[in-house]
């Protein structure tokens, strides 16, 4: 039986903050079309706004429980039964103009309209911007030829399920575990443990850029652990045995 490599998706296989800061600002130019704004300022207002509303709603805790970001529920189409999700798909209309109204209120523009039209621009903005890293696709069907991979990530389904169409890579995987289908994201022990059983696996690596919930989480349960470095972190000086690798191009040198 092949090794079991568990593998994040965000700001592992695709980037996300940065996708996202340049859908707050492609949408901030759409505002600067019409009116006298600081289109710099007005990004950053409108996803401090969209955060300060999305941790006040009542679905937060299971936003919290499932990994899911504020800037990600501005552009979910939130499908799905599950009480919450239901819940957040009729808020989000509200969510998307009132992140907006409010940052273009800071800067004394009061117009409801354009508020309702850059809620919907972020989301187009947004989808434009999903491509994996460059190093992904060759690393991920390098390390195919000698395990069986399993992407493994927090988040709502619909919106994790079209990232992964979007980027091309979902071919690589024998299984896709999503925090929001399970019931419960990284670090959960089970989370990790039902990817395992998926690919008929005992023990396996997780690779994934968040210490807390990629790495800490599988070394909790006994799973191996690479921690993905993108962006240049401090390495933790605590940490002397953390396996870390800038991109998955890195990996063969450790797991095959």
């Known amino acids: 039986m092949r090794r079991a490599l568990l593998l994040d998706l965000d700001e592992t296989l695709v980037p996300d903050e940065p996708a996202a800061v340049a ?3 492609a949408t901030a130019g759409l505002a600067a079309s019409r009116y006298d704004v600081d289109v710099a300022a007005l990004a950053v207002a409108a996803r401090a706004r969209a955060r300060e509303l999305w941790n006040a709603t009542p679905a937060i805790d299971y936003c919290r429980r499932i990994g899911m970001s504020s800037w990600e529920g501005l552009w979910s189409r939130f499908e799905g039964d599950e009480p919450d999700t239901r819940w957040l798909r009729e808020w989000s209309p509200t969510y998307r103009r009132e ?6 209120a800071e800067q004394r523009v009061e117009d409801a309209e ?6 919907e621009r972020f989301g187009a903005e947004r989808r434009e ?4 890293f460059d190093d992904v696709a060759g690393a991920l069907a390098e390390l195919g030829g000698s395990h069986e991979l399993a ?3 927090n988040g709502l ?3 994790q399920r079209e990232k992964l169409a979007a980027s091309g890579l979902g071919e690589h995987f024998a299984a896709v575990v999503i925090s929001a289908e399970f019931g419960v994201g990284k ?10 059983a998926k690919l008929g696996a005992e023990d396996g690596v997780m690779v994934g850029d968040s210490l807390a919930r990629d790495v800490d989480g599988a070394l909790a349960v006994g799973l191996g652990a690479v921690w993905v470095n993108r962006y240049g972190q401090p390495r933790p000086e605590d940490r002397p045995d953390l396996v870390e690798v800038s991109t998955l191009a890195g990996l063969t040198h450790f797991i095959i």
């Not at 354009?114 to 809620?119: D, F, I, R, T």
């Not at 911007?129 to 994996?132: H, I």
């Open 23 to 25: 859908a707050f600002q």
């Open 99 to 104: 992140a907006w109204r409010l940052a273009l």
């Open 114 to 119: 354009l508020a309702e039209e850059l809620g």
């Open 129 to 132: 911007r999903v491509e994996p």
């Open 151 to 153: 992407l493994v990530t």
């Open 157 to 159: 389904s619909c919106l």
């Open 187 to 196: 670090p959960d022990a089970g989370i990790f443990r039902h990817a395992l």
